[in-house]
């Protein structure tokens, strides 16, 4: 490979939130615990990627940052015309116009922007369960109430959507904004096109818009691709609010840059005025030439070769646990790097409470993620985005500390 995706970089001392709060205070409780003495620490929760960036995302950034002044600016033309060619080129954007492009200050910011401009306090929202657990926070924080509708696996393991559940709930439940996640996380799911016009149907005859979380649209193994909602068909082009960031590709969140895409006039004018309305949705100018670099041509190929990386990371994880955790059941992922682990069976036949499996491998450096935050409730979801050594680590650690294999 032309790039290095098998370095351990020490990040202690550098503000990692993956490494620096573990063992600390519980704010929330998916923080791992610290390991016990005689094992180093091998971050699997917060789901950012333990690689160096893109080297054309630094040079970038230095090269803006060598012209000693920092003020006022706007952004440049490059910084849309690269979002339009990027998504143009990978995800199949047809008739996508700079005026439908707007910065914001991370998917969150504009998921919340948007449910404060698409509904009124009081008003119910759904969503898919599993869930990313960012999504209820930011429903329930801004007083509206989250409605889940179920994803289940389908005999061959894979996680589908329950149309007439879905339907039910807007029905029943006076819905009219949904949250939707594409690719899905924590599962893992790359929607088919079939599945996403069902649910675009489903959405239309509830006349329920819709807020498309696809901050993992870069991220798709072999025989998916992703589908952008508002590429589905006229109807979504002109009710869906879809969000992006270059930050899980690239790992930049730490830096701060989202965008979204909105077709519609009537719906960019109602999250644009919001999201201003404070005044804090401004862009900051090394941000935007992050994105420069990450959109670059050598972006494009770094990113081929991260796929493969991430590929064969999620491949051994769900084989592994298929052929060596009895009771313990995965999908293998098409997209995101993220995997989810279901142990109802393991904890069944074993008496062992989820707490336990999930102190047992913090205690030996595994830091994995609770997954009833995500509304798994007998869950672990865990982060794959580390050089392979790692991975493996971490699985014979698992394999004879924690099942027992």
């Known amino acids: 490979m032309q790039y290095d995706f098998t370095s351990l970089i020490d990040r202690r001392g550098q503000d990692a939130l993956a490494v620096e709060s573990v063992g600390g205070e519980k704010t929330w409780a998916a923080i791992p615990d610290a390991p016990k003495e005689g094992f180093d620490l091998i971050p699997m929760w917060v789901a950012d990627m333990n690689f160096a960036t893109c080297p054309a995302i630094p040079a970038a950034i230095i090269e803006r940052a060598k012209h000693p002044l920092y003020g006022y600016f706007s952004p440049r033309d490059a910084y849309f015309q690269s979002i339009l060619d990027w998504q143009t080129e990978r995800n199949g954007f047809v008739g996508l116009k700079r005026e439908y492009i707007g910065y914001e ?35 329930e924080g801004l007083g509206r109430t989250s409605v889940y509708t179920p994803l289940t696996r389908d005999e061959q393991g894979v996680w589908r959507m329950d149309f007439e559940d879905m339907d039910r709930k807007l029905r029943e439940n006076h819905i009219h904004l949904a949250i939707f996640c594409s690719p899905h996380n924590p599962t893992g799911r790359v929607w088919e096109r079939w599945e996403l016009e069902k649910a675009m149907e489903v959405f239309e005859a509830n006349q329920c818009l819709v807020i498309s979380d696809e901050i993992w649209a870069d991220i798709t193994y072999t025989g998916h691709q992703h589908i952008p909602t508002l590429m589905v068909n006229d109807w979504a082009r002109e009710h869906v609010v879809g969000i992006y960031a270059p930050s899980k590709t690239f790992n930049l969140a730490g830096l701060i840059g989202s965008y979204h ?12 005025a919001e999201g201003g309305s404070t005044h804090y949705n401004d862009m900051n100018v090394l941000s935007m030439h992050a994105l420069l670099g990450a959109y670059s041509q050598e972006g ?84 794959l985005a580390s050089p392979f050594s790692r991975i493996q680590e971490a699985f014979d650690r698992l394999d004879k500390y924690v099942f027992q294999v």
């Open 300 to 383: 494009r190929v770094w990113t081929g070769e991260l796929l493969q990386v991430l590929e064969q990371n999620c491949r051994y994880a769900y084989e592994h646990i298929r052929d060596n955790y009895d009771g313990v059941s995965a999908a293998m992922p098409q997209g995101t790097y993220m995997l989810f682990l279901d142990l109802t069976d393991y904890c069944a036949r074993t008496g062992k409470t989820l707490d336990q499996v999930i102190k047992a491998g913090w205690d030996v450096g595994v830091a994995w993620q609770d997954g009833r935050a995500f509304n798994g409730p007998c869950h672990i979801r865990m982060n």
């Open 105 to 139: 200050n991370g998917v969150h910011g504009c998921v919340t922007s948007a449910v404060k401009a698409l509904s009124a306090p009081g008003d119910k929202i759904l969503l898919h369960a599993p869930t990313y657990l960012g999504f209820a926070s930011d429903v």
């Open 261 to 272: 895409i909105i077709y519609s006039a009537y719906l960019r004018d109602r999250v644009t």
